[in-house]
């Protein structure tokens, strides 16, 4: 069997395992244990939240992910779907279910891809960036951050242009 069908990979050197890997080992091991996914943003970017609470519903662990709908061909149709997986898989290592490596092969593969793939929308990418920021800053609270934002008298990061993208970086400091 290889170790793909096995449910880890080797990627430069590291063996990562798949989020799939992952999921299976959660089920196995915590049985009472739930895994859900919550949308925080659908447009672009897509920003998905997994969670894991015991089976009093005690929050355990949480993952975030973020996809653009622009930064590949397969994102066009399935950013979402792509966005959630890594969230999971983000979720799952904080949980412990990592392996050696935070990040599982999904999500090393996909950052290789983009690595490669010409910039489709430089706009876009600079709204990702910030987005990223202000998730880390607010500690992934969508509604803190659009509360923030409308404070400030800037729109959502999605509708803003480059110079307004500047200024919430500014003022973000």
């Known amino acids: 069997m290889s170790k793909k069908e096995t449910g880890v990979v080797n990627i430069r050197g590291k063996e990562y395992k798949t989020v799939a890997l992952r999921v299976s080992e959660f089920r196995e091991k915590h049985p009472l244990f739930s895994l859900t996914t919550t949308i925080v943003e659908a447009g672009d970017p897509v920003i998905v939240r997994a969670e894991i609470a015991d089976e009093s519903g005690r929050i355990i662990a949480t993952g975030h992910a973020e996809e653009l709908r622009s930064a590949s061909q397969i994102n066009k149709t399935s950013a979402l779907e792509n966005c959630e997986t890594s969230a999971i898989g983000r979720a799952l290592a904080a949980f412990g279910l990592a392996g050696s490596e935070f990040a599982s092969a999904d999500e090393v593969a996909n950052a290789i891809h983009q690595q490669s793939a010409p910039s489709a929308d430089p706009v876009a990418e600079y709204r990702a960036r910030i987005g ?15 509360e923030w934002l409308e404070s400030k008298g800037f ?8 110079a307004e993208l500047k200024k919430i970086e500014e003022v973000l400091g």
Do not use: N, Y
Request: charged share 30%.
């Open 155 to 162: 729109k959502p990061v999605r509708e803003s242009s480059i």
């Open 132 to 146: 990223k920021k202000l998730m880390a800053a607010f500690g992934g609270d969508s509604q803190q951050i659009k």
